[in-house]
């Protein structure tokens, strides 16, 4: 609790003093770097948790309300707004969570609120994982949805858990999936983080940091023989022999959160000690001398940062009263009503972002690291990255059966994107066109289709007039020599209308710079479709 009172006295500020007198009224400050999708946002959660009658002026650059709603639960809930009070305005949980970001150090030695966002705060920096998902916009559609707490939030294509652990941290219970066993992995640990004292994960990690001795460990104990042949492709011999030591100390670990934290450590610095390109985003070959221990000294220096980001996020994090459980499971999205049986009807929220169509090879990417903690051997992959929504990579005959059987039930799907694929295939199925143009129809059929799929059976799951957020991205492609926009927005939002769901609007969203290594594979358009069930 010291780092949050630190927090709170460093950062208040008295309000105006004409506005002082008025101590019935609540007075609020916003976020001065909002875009402006994001100042929409802001003004809904806030209306979410005042009463209809509640009347909000706006006086000198603040926002002054006369409720019921007290001051300290909106400093508890509110995202995009960073100080709230009546005669002294104090930060808001979410404004003090993200001044944790860059450690306890820069907590107590920071000398003003921030002036740009903060998206890698506590657990949303504990990996590398491409195209995450803004934390503070899961958060904000939590609120905006009016879910109460202890409510189930679900995200279909979870992928490092930024859902589920907003709505976790949010005082909700979260149930997730994804098809990548490190998606699942990373999901798990970040979601059960905030369940944690932060007392005992300081002492919990400072003890097993304390005994690890990585002691040297015979590479054939850890890994089978086809993916240590692999793994010698892509490593020096003393790097597979350091990393071998890493691996067999986290074994040994018995906890299982903690266990898995220190494993998605490792993999956080696998790609750097390997020979593939740090920066590429396929996996191809740089090779590069190594020294001894690098393995063992970056991956001590990345838990050392991750609990010294995580400890501070826990001293701020409010703990709920009401009793929250979370699930994440590894399966595909198009099933999630079989994946989560228990729970069909029951779902009062999905948030979610779906994969953009043929943007990403998505095991392809984290071959290593899957390979590394034994989440999926070498030989497995080609068959799991086929049933990857959204991905680009398929053979020749998978081709042939994707289009096939789009051909065989593109009547399902709304008629523009039927004749959108249709039009590319005019010109992609043509003679002397690359082999990646030739399978974009078939890959394009396959994903709307998998999309249809997968909402239908997200709107099986949910309660019925439940809220459902996708947030989805366009992209592009090249045919007769023009570019030709894919709209996966408007073709979702038509999408959902055919599995079920009731479209209520789509909200345009100006795509936040990433700062990961995957940035420029991204669209440059996003958009929010509210749905309901």
Known sequence: ???????????????????????????????????????????????????????????????????????????????????????????????SLELTQNGISQVTERKELHNARRLRYGPH???????????QLARSLINISGIPEGALVLDTMCGSGTTPCEAIAAGRS??????????????????????????????????????????TSSPEKIWQENDLRYLARWFDPVAIADIAAIVAETRSIRKPLYRDFFRVCLSNIIRSVSWQKDTDLRVRKEVLPYEPGTAISRFKDEANGQIDRIYPY?????????????????????????????????????VTSPPYATALPYLDTDRLSLIVLGLLPRKQHKNAEAEMVGTREISERGRREAWEAYLSRKHELPRTVASLIDDIAEYNHGDGVGFR????????????????????????????????????????????????????????????????????????????????????????????LCLSA
């Not at 009793?323 to 929220?349: H, Y």
Request: aromatic content about 10%; overall charge neutral.
């Open 437 to 528: 143009r030739r399978n974009l129809p078939a890959l394009l059929g396959k994903y709307f289709l998998n999309m249809l799929d997968a909402m239908r059976s997200a709107h099986t799951i949910m309660k019925h007039g439940a809220h459902g957020y996708y947030v989805v991205g366009n992209n592009s492609t090249v045919v007769a020599g023009e570019k030709t926009v894919i709209p996966t927005d408007t073709f979702l939002f038509k999408i959902g209308a055919a599995a079920g769901w009731s479209c209520r609007e789509s909200i345009p969203m100006e795509l936040l710079v990433s700062r990961d290594i995957f940035k420029e594979n991204r669209g440059s358009v996003e958009t929010i």
């Open 125 to 135: 920096d504990l990996h590398e994982y491409r195209g995450k998902f803004f934390p």
């Open 1 to 95: 609790m010291k780092i949050a009172d630190d927090i709170r006295r460093k950062y208040s500020v008295s309000v105006p003093l004409f506005l002082a007198n008025d101590i019935e009224t609540v007075k609020l400050e916003r976020k001065p770097y909002l875009q402006p999708f994001e100042n929409e946002l802001a003004i809904r959660e806030l209306s979410a948790f005042l009463s209809p009658d509640d009347e909000v002026t706006e006086e000198l650059g603040l926002y002054v309300v006369r409720t019921a709603c007290s001051e300290q639960y909106l400093r508890n809930h509110l995202t995009y707004w960073q100080r709230v009070g009546r005669v002294y305005l104090e930060p808001t949980v979410q404004n």
């Open 314 to 350: 826990l001293c701020v994090l409010p703990k709920w009263k009401r009793q929250t459980f979370l699930d994440i499971r590894c399966g595909n999205a198009i099933n999630i009503v079989s994946l989560f049986p228990e729970f069909s009807g029951k779902v009062d929220l999905l």
């Open 174 to 215: 979260a149930i997730g999936a994804d098809l990548n066993p490190l998606s699942v992995l990373i999901a798990r640990v970040k979601s059960m983080l905030p369940f944690e004292d932060s007392a005992t994960f300081a002492e919990t990690t400072e003890r097993y940091m304390e005994k690890f001795a990585f002691k």
